[in-house]
């Protein structure tokens, strides 16, 4: 299949997470139309792992949807030019003050291709170091540990609902052999 090619963009709105674009595209018969694009930087997004084998997970306010969700720890590059695994690293001391020195990728998400360029790179470890949490100042999470079998159920059960975390917690129970 062709590709459209992107004649142009005009910035409609610059903010603060991302930037609200109409694309001016040509399409494979020839026609032009325009698309609403949401560009962001990216984000990462971390499955910690502790040492009873329980993952945890935040329980925070998303106000686009106005509730609390329950989550993988994640969070949006600082820059363009961040590295994936140290946003991941950062979000993993930020939300639930641990570290680690062995952090693995998992899987990329696009969280949805349709309207935003929005890419979650997630990762896991399995090796946590306690530190210090470092929220931001208007940032409130309760954190919760689960099982994978838990999260599953809970997953089944609709009651996680967040699209990274959906994938994060699908991927890591599928990808990593020694969770099957």
């Not at 979000?91 to 062995?102: A, F, K, N, P, V």
């Amino acid at each position: 299949m062709e590709k459209f090619k992107i004649l142009g963009k005009t910035l409609e709105h610059h903010g603060r997470i991302l930037d609200f674009y109409t694309y001016d595209l040509k399409v494979p018969n020839g026609n032009t139309t325009h698309w609403d694009v949401l560009e962001h930087k990216g984000a990462s997004a971390i499955i910690p792992v502790d040492e009873d084998g329980k993952i945890i997970l935040v329980r925070q306010y998303r106000g686009a949807i106005d509730d609390l969700l329950l989550e993988i720890p994640a969070g949006g590059r600082d820059s363009l030019e961040e590295d994936y695994l140290t946003c991941a690293a950062r979000e993993l001391e930020e939300e639930i003050g641990y570290r680690s020195d062995e952090i693995h990728h998992l899987v990329d998400y696009h969280s949805a291709a349709a309207y935003t360029s929005e890419k979650i790179a997630i990762y896991y470890t399995e090796k946590l170091i306690p530190s210090k949490q470092h929220l931001d100042e208007n940032e409130f999470v309760q954190i919760e540990r689960y099982t994978l079998d838990e999260l599953v159920e809970m997953i089944r059960q609709g009651e996680i609902t967040d699209g990274k975390t959906i994938a994060g917690i699908m991927a890591y129970k599928v990808l990593c052999p020694h969770t099957m």
